[in-house]
């Protein structure tokens, strides 16, 4: 049933979702006035569709899994955990301050590396040459991939999986 002014009061994602194949499963669906969430499966494997609203804009978050290419990019995280990924390709050496642990990670290499927790919010802290570059949190849950991209920008996780 479509609230008005909801953000899927327009058929147009469903619509176009499933003319390539994505099923909506009706158990992951969540709609709101000002967010919504459904979830689907895709030929490739499980999706999620989430829209929100932000400053008068539709915000749009797309996610398809395929467990195929994960599993063959050495992304899966071990059961019951998910996995960070992260590299710093500047020069020099960074340190990432996590879960009670400190990453040494040598710049300019190309070579992701990676860490599994265990589901949670974690506080992290990013530092170059003695200095804090960033210092922020991430919320992970089982079975997800995050890309954390550690240099001077301001650039939040990426869910990658």
Known sequence: MCRPRSLLCSPFYRTELAKRGWEEKPDGTVVAADHAKLAFVSPKGPATLKLGRAKDETIVE??????????????????????????YLAPGVASLAINDQTIKIAGGENHPQTLDLPPGTYSYQLVVSGHTLRTDTITVAAGETWSLQLGDDDRKPDQIY
């Open 62 to 87: 797309l996610v398809q899994r395929n467990t195929e290419a994960v599993a063959k990019a050495n992304f899966l995280p071990m059961p019951g955990r998910a996995r960070l990924i992260f590299g």
